[in-house]
Every structure is written in structure tokens, then in C-alpha cells.
């Protein structure tokens, strides 16, 4: 079985970013067949068709080229005002074009949500799943992962909750197996 790179976008862009450390966490629970990676999304230009020249900005080729090289997607999220952060909405939309050379069409996907309040960023979760529709991305269904006050799962040292961690590990184990089912073992 070879292993799949897998590009891991996280939605928000603070140093102190929970969803990173959740990120990070993620990473190194991943089974062997899957090597993930964080693919930056901050340094990105706003999208705007008028940069879409024969020389775009050299960040929204490298986040494409990035992307491109992986074999499956895992985006980790916070909600913000019940939706997507504007960094990651913007991060899907260069890598959705030039029209027809979309980045994201047929990679198996899974998307971990959170926020400090009670309802785990659902709604973020669901944005990002509409938009995953329409790029032809086949999303893990289950275990969805709506983390709900997760700033009291990641303990002073970066690492998770044994609680959390045991869930993710069960996820990310699913995750893998949806990996191989779409991409190939
Ligand atoms: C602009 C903005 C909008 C937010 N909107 C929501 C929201 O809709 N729902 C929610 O549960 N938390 C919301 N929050 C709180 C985030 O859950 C919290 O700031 C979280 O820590 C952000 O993730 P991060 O730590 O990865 O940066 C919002 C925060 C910001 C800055």
C-alpha cells in the first residue's frame, strides 16, 4: 500500500490557533499509509480574476502546486460567524481556478470543525461541505467531527484530552480507510 500525501488546511490564521494545534495533533495521529502536511493559506492575494495572468501571484501557485501533489484533503476549522473563515472560503476559491483546472476535483476529504462555544463550528462545517459539493470533493460522511469548547481539549502542552485523542485517532484511522477507498490502496 503506498502512502498518501495529505494536504491538511487549516482555517485559521492566528499564531495561537487552536484549530492549528488541533491540526498538529491530527498529524501525528495519522496511520503510516498517510503522510499529511500543513498547506499554508495566509499569505494567499484575495482572489480576483484580474490576477489571473500568465504569471498569478507565486503564493497562489505554490498553494496550487501543493495541493495538487496530495492525495487526499483534510481541512481542520473554526466557524466564524457561522460560516467559514474569509482566509480558507478564499484559500478554496484560487485553488478552484483557472476554470477547468480545478485542484480539488475527485480528492477524498474529511473536515474536522471546532470553537471554544457549544456547537463544535457546525456551521463552518456545513459551509464547507456546500462548497465541497459543487468541487466534486468526496467528503468522509462519518464520524463527523464537531469539536465543541476545544479550547479545553488541548492541554498547556499541545497535547489533546486522552478523551479527544482516543475519538481522533478512531477518526483519522477512518480517515485513511476513506483515503484508500476513493484514491486506491
Ligand atoms: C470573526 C470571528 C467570528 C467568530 N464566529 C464564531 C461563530 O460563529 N461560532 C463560534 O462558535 N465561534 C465563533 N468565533 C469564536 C471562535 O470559535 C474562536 O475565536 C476560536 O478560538 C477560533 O479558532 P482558532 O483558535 O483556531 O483561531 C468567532 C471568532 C471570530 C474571531
Excluded: C
Excluded at 496511520?31 to 484580474?50: F, M, T
Amino acid at each position: 500500500m503506498g502512502t498518501k500525501n495529505i494536504a491538511v488546511i487549516v482555517g485559521s490564521l492566528r499564531k495561537e490557533s487552536i484549530s492549528r494545534k488541533i491540526a498538529e495533533n491530527l498529524i501525528a495521529l495519522a496511520p503510516s499509509s498517510l503522510k499529511p502536511a500543513i498547506v499554508e493559506i495566509g499569505d494567499l492575494p484575495l482572489y480576483n480574476l484580474d490576477l489571473e495572468t500568465e504569471a498569478p501571484p507565486p503564493s497562489w501557485q505554490r498553494f496550487r502546486d501543493q495541493v495538487r501533489a496530495a492525495q487526499g484533503l483534510l481541512f481542520v476549522t473554526p466557524e466564524f460567524n457561522r460560516s467559514v473563515p474569509g482566509a480558507l472560503k478564499n484559500a478554496i476559491d484560487v485553488g478552484s481556478r483557472p476554470y477547468g483546472k480545478s485542484v480539488w476535483a475527485g480528492k477524498p476529504g474529511a473536515i474536522v470543525s471546532g470553537s471554544i462555544g457549544n456547537i463544535g463550528g457546525f456551521g463552518a462545517n456545513h459551509a464547507l461541505r456546500q462548497s465541497m459539493v459543487f468541487l466534486d470533493v468526496p467528503l468522509m460522511q462519518q464520524p463527523e467531527v464537531y469539536l465543541s469548547g476545544f479550547d479545553k481539549l488541548v492541554q498547556p502542552d499541545g497535547s489533546l484530552v486522552p478523551t479527544t485523542q482516543e475519538f481522533l485517532r478512531k477518526f483519522m484511522h477512518a480517515f485513511a480507510a476513506w483515503v484508500d477507498k476513493i484514491a486506491g490502496s
